[in-house]
């Protein structure tokens, strides 16, 4: 398997502007993770899903931030209007939690630019 | 709610062994785990402990967990300048939900020649 897989790597953009990131997860896990991750507040779990189902989106910063997951095999982080303090590395991850140790694995990461 | 500490910043000589430390909260923890993010990266597993073992040897790695104290360690033997890295302690327990992993703030280890 690919492992995670995170579109775009890089992306730099003007405030106010629509940002769509997206992950493909590695095949067969049944939870998927958005963090985001900054040098002042580290790793932060911004929403997850299981079985494409959103559990806990407590994370979210605000209403500007939006999840989906159509499907197994994708899902995407919307940010609307973005904002330069939406400036940060956004990493997916996915588990397969059933009979295992709940290692998740993570994608590249997103670095995101908001000027 | 859950939480993890671990200190921000270790500096050692190569050649030395690499403590870091990591305390958690939650005592119904099951697996308790190392990652390690290097430049550029996003975070990759670098071991795990179940909550009934208290020792866990990989190779330079060492794992040793005091459930008592809540506490957490990974010693690097011989650290070796490819381990720069952060290195996040995480764990999951039962009563999150399942599979919701909590991680540390990381720390960063830095290699002195």
Redesign the interface.
């Known amino acids: 398997d690919a492992g995670?897989i995170q579109s775009p790597r890089h992306e730099v953009t003007e405030m106010g502007q629509e940002v769509t990131l997206r992950c493909k997860p590695i095949s067969g896990h049944d939870?998927l993770f958005w963090y985001r991750q900054t040098m002042m507040r580290?790793?932060e779990?911004l929403i997850?899903f299981?079985n494409n189902v959103p559990?806990?989106d407590s994370g979210m910063p605000e209403d500007r931030f939006s999840a989906k997951m159509p499907n197994a095999s994708f899902s995407t982080l919307k940010i609307q209007p973005s904002e330069p303090r939406d400036s940060a590395v956004y990493?997916c991850?996915s588990?397969l939690?059933q009979g295992g140790?709940?290692?998740?694995?993570?994608?590249?990461?997103t670095r995101l630019t908001v000027l | 709610g859950e939480d993890v500490e671990q200190s921000l910043f270790l500096s050692v000589r190569e050649g030395d062994s690499s403590v870091i430390n990591c305390t958690y909260t939650d005592s119904s923890s099951t697996y308790l785990y190392w990652y390690k993010q290097e430049p550029g990266a996003g975070l990759q597993l670098l071991t795990y402990i179940f909550s009934n073992m208290d020792m866990k040897q990989d190779q330079r790695l060492t794992v040793l967990l005091n459930k008592k104290d809540k506490h957490l360690s990974l010693r690097i033997a011989d650290t070796q300048t490819g381990d720069s890295a952060i290195y996040f302690c995480a764990e999951t327990s039962l009563s999150s939900s399942a599979s919701k992993i909590i991680f540390g703030s990381g720390t960063r280890l830095s290699i002195r020649p």
């Open positions: 995670v939870y580290g790793l779990l997850y299981n559990i806990d990493f991850a588990s939690w140790s709940g290692e998740q694995f993570f994608g590249p990461g």
